[in-house]
């Protein structure tokens, strides 16, 4: 049976890896250990909106743009924290669980023969321990360390596109600001994994809405029954 995509590509964080989980327990055990007790709405919030912020500034490494962000929120939200800690971030990194989701969509989308590709805003060497949590391959992988520029910027997608030529491709991810805009922007097709329900901004719309990457899975790889 023909389909129309050969290849599916992902973002990593927030659409495989469980981000804000990650982001918070880290935050959250750090900041208590300086003797504060922070509200989780109030800490992600800020953080989504300081990181865009640090990696439009200039490109650093991921690695220290976690270490900037901390920074900032704790200037934010007046907490105590040694300079030597500003890497904490970083380094529970590789320890951010996967969605429960994440491992059986992977497995289907494998089995059933599409090419998997990851294109994310993260450096080399902290992607590849992340990717240990995967049950599958990834034939495309493109870093913000790869290409000097961070997602919503155009650079992983025009460099997934040298990779990947004519063959069908759909991007999937759950930012809608980091990754539908810019697809839409140059032609990509998108899945939009909008796992929290929200609203397209700007009237931007992607190709394909789903509300987790099981749904995705079922629409690419659906199963007999």
Known sequence: MSRMYDIVTFDCYGTLIDWERGIWESIRAAA??????????????AYAEIEPEVEA????????????????????????LPRDRRH??????????????????LSRLA?????LGILSNCDEDLLAAT??????????????????????????????????????WLHAAQSHFHDVVPCRELSIRS????????????????????????RLA??????EK
């Open 32 to 45: 208590q250990s300086a003797g504060t007790h922070p509200e989780r709405d109030a800490v992600l919030a």
């Open 218 to 223: 079922d629409w690419l790889a659906p199963q």
């Open 191 to 214: 899945a939009w994994v909008n796992r929290k329900g929200e609203a397209a901004s700007g009237g931007i719309l992607p190709d394909r809405e789903v509300p987790d990457l099981a």
């Open 131 to 168: 990717r240990r949590h995967f049950p599958a391959s990834f034939e495309i992988v493109v870093t913000a360390e790869r290409v000097r520029s961070y997602k919503p910027a155009h650079g992983h997608f025009l460099e997934a596109r040298r990779r990947i030529g004519n063959a069908g």
């Open 88 to 105: 904490f971030l970083a380094e529970s990194l590789p320890l951010w669980p996967p969605f429960p989701d994440t491992g059986p969509a």
């Open 57 to 80: 500034e200039r490109f650093r490494s991921y690695r220290e743009v976690l270490a900037v962000c901390v920074e900032r929120l704790v200037q934010r939200f007046g907490w105590k």
């Open 111 to 115: 089995a059933a023969g599409y090419r």
